[in-house]
């Protein structure tokens, strides 16, 4: 038992586990080579049915559209949070979300609307 007031991690349904990532060029490369994406405002989400049980997600962001690392790593947050919280509502994907627009004066209120909005249209 852990003592009153500390901070235990976060386990079960909502944890974003290497079972729910993308990791291997092979599995990206996939993704892209089926050629299926929905676009919004700043992000492209691009898809390919999975025959895992759940759905999985990869993230990229080019340095070229946002240059600090501090946005680049703030926008793979937002995303991975996003996915972390809407998981079990998706269909059995593999995504890939990537940036599309450049990020330099955009808004996280922004951000999590495109992201949204591109989660909702995703094919079932």
């Given at each position: 038992?852990?003592?009153a007031?500390?901070v235990?991690?976060?386990?079960?349904?909502?944890?974003?586990?290497?079972a729910?990532?993308?990791c291997?060029?092979d599995?990206?490369?996939?993704?892209?080579?089926?050629?299926?994406a929905?676009r919004?405002?700043?992000?492209?989400?691009?898809?390919?049915?999975?025959?895992?049980?759940?759905?999985r997600?990869?993230?990229?962001?080019?340095?070229?559209?946002?240059?600090?690392?501090?946005?680049?790593?703030?926008?793979?947050?937002?995303?991975?949070?996003?996915?972390?919280?809407?998981?079990?509502?998706?269909p059995?994907?593999?995504l890939?979300?990537r940036?599309?627009?450049?990020?330099?004066d955009?808004?996280?209120?922004?951000?999590?609307?495109?992201?949204a909005a591109?989660?909702?249209?995703?094919?079932?």
């Amino acid at each position: 038992m852990a003592p009153a007031g500390s901070v235990q991690p976060q386990t079960g349904a909502r944890s974003f586990r290497p079972a729910y990532r993308l990791c291997k060029t092979d599995e990206y490369s996939s993704v892209f080579a089926f050629r299926k994406a929905v676009r919004g405002r700043y992000f492209v989400l691009h898809y390919r049915p999975s025959e895992s049980p759940t759905a999985r997600l990869g993230v990229v962001v080019a340095k070229k559209l946002a240059r600090r690392a501090v946005l680049r790593n703030l926008i793979k947050r937002m995303a991975r949070e996003w996915f972390r919280h809407t998981r079990e509502t998706l269909p059995h994907h593999d995504l890939i979300l990537r940036l599309n627009a450049p990020a330099k004066d955009v808004t996280r209120a922004d951000l999590r609307q495109d992201l949204a909005a591109l989660f909702k249209r995703l094919p079932k």
